[in-house]
DNA sequence: TTGATATCCGAAAACGTTTTCGATAATTTT
DNA sequence: AAAATTATCGAAAACGTTTTCGGATATCAA
């Protein structure tokens, strides 16, 4: 049970290897008939056609790379599944690799594709990337990448984002609405990009509407989740801040206080107003469900692969590529943990 | 800037490219000082083999594939942690693939990894599959399987698994222990074997305990989320059956079963206790704490790879390989839903 | 010196496809 | 009928690597 190639159909019918290369991808010089029959044999014979083989010759893989810094995060694999789907539709397998928030893994993985020769690189940045030169060397081997979400303003490719520092000052303002007069944020870490423009939207929020910024009212969330939600409000209690609004940088950070003020006894919203951010699936699920930022994570997959593959196929095509950027809507889901 | 080559270090070098290639291979039969003018020569160069013309001349990708029902799940992105990094370590990338639980669409997937000619695959069935033709297909292609979590039997390949019947015997026995007298299932879709095999070990330890079996309380968690799990709570409310303890299927739809027991003020654990299955990362962070039983999806994954490597490598030599089935411990993990 | 034995190197085939370009046969035009 | 055009096919090169096998040179024993 020998492998069927292009020759063993070709010895079948007695013609030639080229004709039946052709035949089969509908050149115009090949007859009808002869199209008809090396058609069916190949049929018979379940020819498929080498993988390896046109790769060489073609040299294009029709892979494409995704690296995210976690694939467990809810907004990410809603990403992944935009990006796999729009991918597939157009014939291309995506292959996904995690940074787990290292930029020592990240760069591993960005070699990785390179040396695997994908045809596309899509990344949204680890937390502590700020050397970018693998990006850079990406670029250089003259792979189209695109970045998404977490994004580094250094460097000159194509990007699709949300507006984080506005949708931060929605975020604020909607506590500020609601009445709220002392809030708080448990922010990100430092270097992420979106980290940043969140805090900066949530201090032009309270400027914006007279209320004073204080520095002590912001709690670190290094890595953003739970744990960390959890620890802040802790902290907050201990502090005995008094404060009646938390503008969270994420879902699982607000989940975290809003359990440790359960416990406190501490009434949300009543006592408390708590605003989350990415619109995480069990965030409608709690009591009281969160009020949220949504980000839309399944636009921004689809939005960052048809971004991907307009610079392959400019590549392809041998036209320059001019980079853009794109930014998506977000929008204040109310819910009950917010008046 | 052309790509470098072969030919190109042996141009440069005024030697062949056999002899290249061999020394950079660290073949016996070219000497140290060559060997040595090489290595610089490709440092200097940055080169770097071209993975499609060796996957082509060697007849392999050094690329496994992965097909998990959904990615989300913590359970799977275990699983993936530990495969991904023990195939990493061998040298191997691992294309990950959804199934989205769709049999249709897991026969794509494996499909495509099939065209894409990875030289093993490894999967966890989604719920519907029952036919697995698309199985044997690949195992006709000649390439190594091996099935983990959620198996069928009727495949003839490796296996790795843990002892659903006993573990979920376990956990109800964690239950009658406590003093539950009255203790209701939440089980899974019909088809998948995990789902059977759970429901089985929580029948068995009833009826082993001297409690009756009564097929009244059990309930479907079709797609055992939270959402799942508030549904059959509700109906289980709704249904006014006398009951202190649940089993169920999984701990997202045992935390829905809790919120809307908190809900109706019904008291986890003091009027009925909730055991879970998986530890989730998030079932610890929760009050109360859940109760449930220890998968090992990171030891699971290291396994299943380990596995995997075992058949690449036998398939290679070329001597016959028996499929093996290798079962993983799991524990209770008592916390505070349960008495 | 001769023959034997290591030691080192390279020619060439092979992997399976795509594509260029020229050749032949069939058809049309003049 | 000759010339021009069209339709159909195939030879061959190319992609970049790996590996077999034989050849050349150097080293050694006789």
Redesign the pocket.
Known sequence: MK??????I?ENL????????????N?????????ALVKEEAKKLH????V???N????ESKTVGLIVPEIVHHFFSSVINGIVEEAERKGYLVIILQSNESYKLERKQVDLLISKRVDGIMISLANDTVDTSHLLEAMEHDIPLVMFDKISKLVKCSKIIINDRQAAYNATKHLIDSGCKNIAHFRGALLPQNSIDRFLGYKKALEDHGLKYDSSLVYMCERVDYEDGRRAAEQLIKDAKKVDGIFAITDMAAVGAMTVFKEHGIKVPEDISVMGFSNWFLSQAITPALSTINQPGYEMGRGTFKLLRKEMKAKKAGIPFEPQTKVLETFVVKRESTK
């Open positions: 492998e069927v190639t292009l020759k063993q070709a007695g013609i030639s290897i080229t004709t039946v290369s052709k035949a089969l991808k050149y115009s010089d090949v007859s009808k008939k002869t199209k020819y498929k056609p080498n390896f083989a046109v060489l010759r073609t040299k």
